[in-house]
């Protein structure tokens, strides 16, 4: 079985073209590796100089596969980019067997949204608030707070599976119709095994 993961990662290569990550270990990527035979994780590429790879983890695994997606970010180029991104993200959705979506974000939100298109299997962790991050964050933060909190809202409550990292707050500000369970990264996932 096929699975997508989708966030809003940074991808660091260096000149031997290996790839690093930020707080993504092999240890994360083996969690949900216990349940699907290969994990398809979609990023931006951003090159890096080489000595400055140190406290970065890199990305690698035999069933692992990073997918380059375009910078859906840059102002300038967004139309472009989300066409581009659109197109790359429905083949990739017909080439999996379901989706895991970290949310807030807004690639998670996009791949969410051609995955119900598609009719495939898919669920969301929510791992944050997206109001309080972008609020807090200044004064384009203030601007997108609004229409990401109703973004995340809407996918959270149509989603037929949710993973809470909390126990009571996200629950109460993204309440959820399908099965939910509010938990600990580790108890998630031993939940996932029913998904």
Known sequence: MK???????????DSRGNLYLRGYDIG??????????ELYV?????????KYTD?????EGEKLFFIEVPDIYDVKNYFRNNNAFRNMAH????????????????YSSKIIKY?????KLYLIELVGCPWDALWNHSFKGKLAAPYMWYL???????APYVLYVTNEFLQRRY??????????MLVCLFWMKKF
Do not use: Q
């Not at 699975?3 to 290569?13: N, R, V």
């Not at 994360?28 to 035979?37: G, S």
């Not at 959705?93 to 379901?98: E, G, L, P, R």
């Open 28 to 37: 994360f990527w083996n969690r949900y590796l216990k349940h699907f035979d």
């Open 175 to 184: 309440p959820a119709n399908g099965r939910y369970i509010g938990c600990s």
């Open 42 to 50: 979609i990023g931006r590429r951003i090159p890096i100089i080489d």
């Open 55 to 59: 406290g970065f983890n890199k990305f």
């Open 152 to 158: 995340t809202r809407k996918a959270v409550n149509d």
């Open 3 to 13: 699975a997508l993961f989708a966030h809003g990662l940074k991808f660091f290569e």
């Open 91 to 106: 083949k990739i959705i017909d080439d999996v067997d379901a989706v895991i979506s970290r949310m807030p974000g807004t």
């Open 115 to 119: 995955a119900k298109k598609k009719n």
